[in-house]
């Protein structure tokens, strides 16, 4: 079992930054696959990123086309932490912002942005942006 524990959401106006941390529990951290998703109100929850393990130390990452660029996935094994860098935030990127994972080699590269694909979820931390 897996617990996921996201910090740094909050308040920012357009064009600012945050940067959110997702704490997971486990010693196998570096080998599941690490994912990022929001929902905004009203919507349905949308990729933004994830780093999906490959083997050894070595991740493939994948970006939501509309976030590449302004939003960047990374991860510290060491601290069993994943990061999402938001940089030049925008009205529309106000949501709750999940942190997502998926157990080693159970998630096929065709299915990463697809939130039913993943095992474990956060409780999901707010971001709020205004203009």
């Known amino acids: 079992q897996v617990q996921l524990v996201e910090y740094g959401g909050g308040s920012v106006q357009a064009g600012g930054s945050l940067r959110l941390s997702c704490v997971a529990s486990g010693r196998t951290f570096s080998s599941y696959t690490m994912g990022w998703f929001r929902q905004a109100l009203g919507k349905e929850r949308e990729f933004v990123n994830a780093?999906?393990?490959?083997?050894?130390?070595?991740?493939?990452?994948y970006y939501a086309d509309s976030k590449k660029g302004r939003f960047t996935i990374s991860r510290d094994n060491a601290k069993n932490t994943l990061y999402l860098q938001m940089n030049s935030l925008k009205p529309e990127d106000t949501a709750v912002y999940y942190c997502a994972a998926s157990g080693p080699g159970r998630l096929n590269s065709d299915f990463v942005h697809t939130s039913g694909a993943y095992d474990y979820w956060g409780q999901g931390t707010q971001v709020t942006v205004s203009s």
């Open positions: 780093l999906k393990w490959i083997g050894g130390s070595t991740y493939s990452t």
